[in-house]
């Protein structure tokens, strides 16, 4: 059985700059992420949380990359549902300028198969990164009701 | 072994209407699809078309209009000989209202294992999935340049 992986790419109408800022700010991350907040230092090997609003745990992982303003990853490993017995995966940001774009790539892997977080991030990503779009390019957030009100059950990411 | 398939999901701010609206109006389309036009009576059975400066490139039959919550039509690129051998494939739109949101789900599926158009689809559309966002959240589509080979 192959190792599932979740692949996304999304065009962006902002600067390499700005989405880099978007995804390792901690204040812009609570806009977007439906009050999950990014933090960390950002030193290569240090330590990453992402702190969810609706748990009493956060994602916990480590700095791998962090090349602004075109790569950024960390590891990735859930505290709740069961997720915290499976080793912890990998998301890698890639940032390319396209004209007036950027091209957002996401890849988060490491998943054995089988695996309750890939489940859930498969569907938190879409959602997040489509409201990371939605504020850096008309200064909105989108609110889903089942996001907020389920948030762990529908999507750790 | 996974099928091959290519599946987007995306959350846009609009209504159902307006969405549908989108993808079945060539005066749209124009708008966010490099300039390509859908063009069918959209009838179960009939025929639909991809036409992008005049040329076109994609032909199939429209399989599902169950406005505005499915469409669906097979799709068969015919620009290039080893994709034009190959056999059609099937898109799959599913349009589902959220809140102030709709969730946009679509499946590209039906490809042979081999397939030479299952790599072009899955550039092109996150390209014209997020032009298209960007259209309906802030009026203005986005300015991307067609992926290479011209394979949608």
């Known amino acids: ?157 | 072994m996974r099928k091959p398939e290519f599946v987007y999901v995306t959350y846009i701010e609009t209504t159902a209407e307006k969405l549908w609206e989108a993808l079945t109006s060539s005066a749209f389309t124009k708008r966010y699809w490099f300039n390509t036009e859908v063009k069918s009576d959209w009838k179960v059975g009939s025929p639909f078309a991809l036409v992008t400066n005049g040329t076109t490139t994609d032909v199939g039959e429209v399989l599902e209009f169950d406005r505005p919550r499915r469409l669906s039509y097979t799709f068969h690129h015919i620009l290039d000989e080893a994709a034009k051998k190959e056999r059609p494939s099937r898109v799959t739109f599913v349009l589902e209202p959220a809140g102030k949101l709709v969730k946009l789900t679509l499946t590209h599926e039906d490809f042979a294992e081999d397939s030479v158009v299952l790599g072009g689809i899955s550039s092109g559309w996150p390209a014209i999935l997020s032009s298209l966002k960007s259209l309906l959240e802030s009026g203005t589509a986005l300015e991307i340049p067609p992926p290479c080979g011209g394979i949608q």
């Open chain 1, 1 to 157: 059985m192959n190792k599932p992986e979740f692949v996304y790419v999304i065009y962006i109408a902002s600067t390499p700059e700005k989405v880099f800022a978007a995804l390792t700010d901690a204040k812009m991350s609570e806009q977007y992420w439906a009050g999950n907040r990014v933090v960390s230092d950002w030193k290569i090997g240090a330590a990453f949380a992402l702190k969810l609003k609706r748990e009493e745990t956060d994602v916990t992982g480590k700095v791998l990359e962090y090349d602004p303003p075109r790569r950024l990853a960390y590891s990735f490993h859930p505290q709740h549902g069961g997720m915290e017995a499976e080793p912890p995966s990998r998301v890698t940001f890639e940032i390319e300028q396209q004209k007036d774009q950027v091209r957002l790539t996401i890849v988060h892997d490491g998943f054995e198969p089988g695996s309750k977080a890939f489940e859930s991030i498969s569907r938190g990503w879409p959602f997040v990164l489509s409201s990371l779009k939605s504020y850096l390019e008309v200064g909105k957030v989108l609110r889903a009701h089942w996001y907020e009100d389920e948030g762990a059950d529908r999507g750790a990411a």
